[in-house]
């Protein structure tokens, strides 16, 4: 079954500054990877994919995660945080249920954005 | 575009009774998935169903059972409620194994 890890529990920036929010996944095989944004009381919005196509995906919102085999990560980063990316975010690998069709998604544990002034 | 509808937004419920959620996918989506999310939890994966027959099962309680209709929309049904059911669920649909769209969840409040 895969797996995913997110490192960080909590990412403080200042607005302006970089955000790297950190993700190491475990798959016997080549993965589908998601960063879903999840901000208070609300759902779960798709930033981004990875399924086998360009290593380095773009997102919305300016957020781009670059999928590394060697390193089994897949991490997103956003070269200017704005005070509106403040949210919960959650790196998703897809588990495909064996002789079948079908998956379903693997959430890694999320990690909370905070963005100062 | 359309989204996945889930209703009711709120719900709040006494323990030991009865809930319904529903859930209106994506048109032209065959695969709709349920998440509970409990208070500063994970999305953890309840049941899914592809072409109105159940596809998966993942933590979901004997108390709990979903079914899919044949306008494809979803509904939960929850009895003997407990506080610990207390949580956010969470429907989402997606087109065979690409992505999830989620719809934007209903919040079970159990007193």
């Known amino acids: 079954a895969q797996s995913v890890t997110q490192l960080d529990s909590h990412v403080s920036v200042s607005e302006g500054t970089p955000v790297l929010l950190r993700c190491n996944y475990s798959?016997?095989?080549?993965?589908?990877l998601f960063w879903y944004v999840q901000h208070p009381n609300k759902g779960l919005q798709l930033l981004l994919k990875y399924t086998s196509a360009a290593t380095l995906v773009k997102g919305i919102n300016g957020f781009e995660a670059e999928f590394k085999k060697s390193e089994t990560s897949f991490h997103l980063t956003k070269p200017s945080a704005h005070m509106s990316d403040a949210a919960e975010y959650f790196c998703?690998?897809?588990?495909?249920?064996?002789?079948?069709?079908?998956?379903?998604?693997?959430f890694g544990t999320g990690t909370r954005l905070l963005v100062s002034p | 575009a359309a989204g996945v509808i889930q209703s009711p937004r709120h719900l709040i419920k006494e323990k030991r009774e009865t809930a319904t959620l529903k859930c209106y996918p994506i048109?032209?989506?065959?695969?709709v998935y349920w998440y509970q999310q409990g208070p500063g939890q994970d999305p953890q994966f309840l049941i899914s169903?592809?072409?109105?027959?159940?596809?998966d099962k993942g933590s979901i309680p004997d108390r709990f059972s979903a079914q899919q209709f044949s306008d494809y929309h979803s509904e939960l049904n929850m009895s003997s409620l407990e506080l610990g059911d207390s949580a956010l669920y969470f429907c989402?649909?997606?087109?065979?194994?690409?992505?999830?769209?989620f719809g934007s969840g209903t919040q079970l409040s159990v007193l």
């Open positions: 998703v690998v897809s588990d495909p249920i064996e002789n079948t069709g079908f998956q379903k998604l693997v």
């Open positions: 798959s016997s095989y080549s993965p589908s």
């Open positions: 989402a649909s997606s087109l065979g194994r690409a992505e999830l769209f």
């Open positions: 169903f592809y072409e109105k027959m159940q596809s």
């Open positions: 048109p032209r989506h065959d695969t």
